[in-house]
């Protein structure tokens, strides 16, 4: 029979990809205060309208198909995580990212599988996580896990389908989307990100709210995860964007409070148009998430 952790780390596994998806283009800020200098005007804000420069941030993000990504994303006492790879998404997202988590209660269920790294490929259809040797040993021999995102639809409430449609749908211009369906979005001021020159914006969203927008979640599936965000304490997020010249996106950070602690997030974008390349792992190496969970499990 297989371990309860093991299904455990199943599921984890799963919110963590949807996570890393929203947030693949996420991350806890690891650069500190010294890549950001000044903020243009001696500290104050910049009131000019946004709105214009972002609609161009989102449409040139959109087109350059594929970044580097680099981040790292802290949920309250569920995890913290450092992600590093490449992401496509000019036909779904797509790519590799080596994801290694760093702390709370996801990385300890991976300390006991005996790694707390993974390797993670994103194809159109599915996600796929690569567990390590002593996952194997409790799964038939097999390393990779698949989530066909139709699976993952079906977990309770309304977050599995959220996390269908985002990790099907997610690209890094979605938290310039955001903010330009907020509202509340603020231009900042010039600054430095890791030696390029960007413009900074700023802005406030209602999380629960903007869960519905782009997204082709049904009326239920919607009021089922805002009382899911509600339950976990997700009320108001700060998006912070940072682009170059070239209006594309090259530093993104959340920031906000759960029920379980503080959820913080930053990712950087570099090489823009880089090449992609994600294989589906091998029919005898993967095990199904669903019929992982639907396994009997010894305590």
């Given at each position: 029979?297989?371990?309860?952790?093991?299904?455990?780390?199943?599921?984890?596994?799963?919110?963590?990809?949807?996570?890393?998806?929203?947030?693949?283009?996420?991350?806890?800020?690891?650069?500190?205060?010294?890549?950001?200098?000044?903020?243009g005007d001696g500290g104050s804000r910049i009131l000019a309208n946004?709105?214009?420069?972002?609609?161009?941030?989102?449409?040139?993000?959109?087109?350059?198909?594929?970044?580097?990504?680099?981040?790292?994303?802290?949920?309250?006492?569920?995890?913290?995580?450092?992600?590093?790879?490449?992401?496509?998404?000019?036909?779904?997202?797509?790519?590799?990212?080596?994801?290694?988590?760093?702390?709370?209660?996801?990385?300890?269920?991976?300390?006991?599988?005996?790694?707390?790294?993974?390797?993670?490929?994103?194809?159109?259809?599915?996600?796929?996580?690569?567990?390590?040797?002593?996952?194997?040993?409790?799964?038939?021999?097999?390393?990779?896990?698949?989530?066909?995102?139709?699976?993952?639809?079906?977990?309770?409430?309304?977050?599995?389908?959220?996390?269908?449609?985002?990790?099907?749908?997610?690209?890094?211009?979605?938290?310039?989307?955001?903010?330009?369906?907020?509202?509340?979005?603020?231009?900042?001021?010039?600054?430095?990100?890791?030696?390029?020159?960007?413009?900074?914006?700023?802005?406030?969203?209602?999380?629960?709210?903007?869960?519905?927008?782009?997204?082709?979640?049904?009326?239920?599936?919607?009021?089922?995860?805002?009382?899911?965000?509600?339950?976990?304490?997700?009320?108001?997020?700060?998006?912070?964007?940072?682009?170059?010249?070239?209006?594309?996106?090259?530093?993104?950070?959340?920031?906000?409070?759960?029920?379980?602690?503080?959820?913080?997030?930053?990712?950087?974008?570099?090489?823009?148009?880089?090449?992609?390349?994600?294989?589906?792992?091998?029919?005898?190496?993967?095990?199904?998430?669903?019929?992982?969970?639907?396994?009997?499990?010894?305590?």
């Amino acid at each position: 029979m297989m371990s309860s952790i093991v299904r455990r780390v199943t599921v984890s596994t799963a919110v963590a990809a949807a996570l890393t998806g929203v947030a693949a283009c996420s991350g806890s800020d690891s650069g500190g205060g010294s890549e950001e200098t000044g903020r243009g005007d001696g500290g104050s804000r910049i009131l000019a309208n946004p709105i214009a420069a972002l609609r161009s941030v989102e449409k040139s993000t959109d087109r350059a198909d594929s970044a580097k990504v680099e981040s790292t994303t802290t949920m309250g006492t569920m995890m913290s995580m450092e992600a590093d790879g490449v992401l496509g998404w000019s036909d779904g997202l797509t790519g590799k990212l080596t994801i290694t988590y760093t702390g709370g209660t996801m990385a300890d269920q991976m300390r006991q599988l005996g790694t707390t790294s993974m390797e993670a490929r994103y194809l159109p259809d599915a996600y796929y996580a690569r567990m390590g040797d002593k996952f194997a040993e409790q799964s038939g021999g097999k390393h990779w896990i698949k989530y066909a995102y139709d699976d993952l639809a079906d977990l309770a409430g309304g977050s599995g389908a959220y996390m269908k449609d985002q990790m099907q749908n997610t690209t890094p211009n979605q938290s310039v989307k955001l903010l330009l369906a907020s509202g509340d979005v603020e231009k900042v001021g010039r600054e430095k990100v890791r030696g390029e020159d960007t413009t900074h914006y700023s802005g406030t969203v209602e999380v629960a709210d903007l869960a519905g927008r782009d997204t082709n979640l049904s009326a239920d599936q919607l009021a089922g995860l805002k009382r899911q965000l509600e339950q976990a304490g997700v009320t108001t997020e700060t998006i912070d964007i940072w682009v170059n010249d070239e209006n594309l996106l090259v530093k993104k950070s959340e920031k906000g409070e759960l029920a379980t602690g503080s959820m913080s997030s930053t990712a950087y974008y570099s090489d823009y148009g880089v090449k992609v390349s994600a294989e589906e792992p091998a029919a005898g190496d993967t095990a199904d998430f669903k019929d992982l969970v639907r396994t009997p499990s010894a305590s």
